[in-house]
């Protein structure tokens, strides 16, 4: 996947994708409409976004994130839609009962938990490109690219889709990096996967047709690879705005980004927890994908027991410091292109073109290159 981010190079102007920040009005009266109109102002090309009365990193950066919100709140949008709780603040779909069932065993909340996380990643994008367009800066509109399938399972909407959650490969090392007390991925260390198997091939986090609603155990191997993968893009943003938010320059811009990334660890740790009640089981019609019994060997005891969901204290800066219960990783370098790479190679944008790919890549590297005072 990485070649895929690193070989679209071609002429495609991205301008043609971001909107002139005159368009304040409507970026922030939008609302629910972003996640289905598409916008007829498009800026007109030109070599660089405009970045208004911001400077040209922050503007940057902001993009950036808009860019990560609007991901996020697509793919949650297809979990509410079949998983969630449907109603005029997540409107769409109907819902599927059987998949609601099963994320229930993980916990009875769950519809009201996915409810609430997309409510928030849609009013995340929504914000952030209000406030890029108040501030006469353009913004991010991805709809010329909602072009993947839905799911054809009972309760999802049939609309074009930014991100495919029907071939995922979930990183689930997370469940051990956060319980681990003397390894940090800023200073290069690795970390073992909770389940293994979730890391390796493709896997569907929803019901790709009502053929995936039996038998029970494969339902339930669908609803315990949503819970990790929950988990997975959550802590990824909470990593990501605290990295970001080293090399933003105005007030403003530092406040958005501290008070937005907290709300990401607020979704992470609640699905941290949820995660650990996945029963264990074999995917009857997958042999290949296990979750096991996280209580037992190699996982389990003092340090992975389930119940166990606070950060573990750790090296933080340097190994001389006292250890300390932080996020991690937050190192601020690349940070952007390290969240692209780390959302490409799950899979959530297989089928997606390579202008896409462009478009993302460069809302990255300007991100990445954006500089203060400090960092
Ligand atoms: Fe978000
Ligand atoms: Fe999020």
Redesign the pocket.
């Given at each position: 996947m990485k070649d895929v981010l690193n070989g679209v190079k071609s002429s495609i102007n991205r301008r043609k994708f971001v909107k002139n920040g005159l368009t304040a009005a409507s970026a922030a009266t939008m609302g629910v409409g972003l996640l289905a109109s598409s916008s007829s102002a498009f800026a007109k090309n030109g070599p660089e976004e405009h970045s208004g009365s911001l400077t040209k990193g922050d503007a940057a950066i902001l993009r950036f994130l808009a860019a990560a919100e609007i991901l996020?709140t697509d793919l949650w949008q297809q979990y509410n839609e079949l998983g969630g709780i449907q109603d005029s603040e997540v409107p769409g779909g109907s819902g599927n009962s059987v998949y609601t069932a099963a994320l229930a065993v993980l916990d009875s909340d769950m519809a009201q938990y996915i409810h609430d996380n997309t409510e928030d990643?849609l009013t995340h994008e929504v914000f952030i490109n209000a406030f890029l367009a108040s501030n006469g800066a353009d913004t991010v509109n991805l709809d010329q690219f909602r072009t993947l399938p839905s799911s054809k399972a009972s309760g999802a909407q049939q609309i074009g889709r930014l991100t495919n959650l029907m071939q995922l490969t979930v990183d689930t090392s997370w469940w051990t990096r956060y319980r681990v007390g003397n390894k940090n991925p800023d200073f290069g260390d690795t970390f073992d996967q909770a389940v293994p198997t979730l890391n390796m091939g493709q896997h569907p986090a929803i019901p790709r047709t009502d053929d995936d609603l039996t038998p029970n155990d494969h339902i339930q191997a669908i609803a315990n690879t949503a819970g990790f993968h929950f988990g997975t893009?959550?802590q990824g943003?909470t990593s990501l705005y605290p990295s970001l938010a080293q090399r933003v320059n105005h007030p403003d811009v530092l406040r958005i980004v501290l008070s937005i990334g907290p709300t990401?660890a607020m979704?992470f740790q609640t699905w941290s927890d949820k995660a650990g009640n996945a029963p264990a089981l074999t995917d009857p019609k997958d042999s290949t994908l296990v979750f096991p019994d996280l209580n037992s060997p190699p996982l389990g005891g003092e340090e992975f027991q389930t119940n166990l969901i606070m950060p573990e204290p750790t090296i933080f800066l340097s190994r001389s410091l006292p250890a300390c219960s932080i996020v991690r990783p937050t190192a601020t370098k690349g940070a952007a292109m390290g969240a692209l790479k780390f959302l490409t190679a799950m899979g959530l944008f297989i089928g997606q073109s390579p202008a896409f790919f462009q478009l993302l890549t460069d809302l990255a590297e300007d991100a990445d290159a954006a500089k203060n005072g400090r960092a």
């Open positions: 996020e990643e893009i959550e943003g990401e979704h």
